[in-house]
């Protein structure tokens, strides 16, 4: 298991980011994260198919965030408002913008962005505080993986 996400690693990874140590995998995610907590499994829009992240490219990460409900234009689903969203606790963390194959931001919802698919616009499929420039988070259950 550990030797084939090794193998997978970037030749010229950059230096790991000062995050906390990965959490063990949770009952489901396993089969998608590598032991060194990243991601074994390119991460694809679940509506198009688009790539929005490649295997190794982000860091499994808890943290409870409620994001609104997946609408086909998260713009409008972010704008909304409306209460009707959902605490999401499994993310991929992005420590930098770069990393992402393709993605979107929805229009700033007071300090916060939401990641949407950059082909669809299907999201809100993360979430992004402007208050923490170098976290990305995409939520697990709102991506597809290859
Ligand atoms: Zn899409």
Redesign the pocket.
Known sequence: MAAACAEMEPAAAPPPPPSPPPAAAAPGSAELVCAQGRNLKAVL?Q??G?RVLLPGAATFARRELLLPAMRKKAAAAAAGGGGDGDVVREHWLVRDMFSFENVGFTRDVGNVKFLV?A??E?GPIGWHCLDDKDSFYVALERVAHE
């Open positions: 829009c509506r198009c688009s698919c082909d669809c299907a």
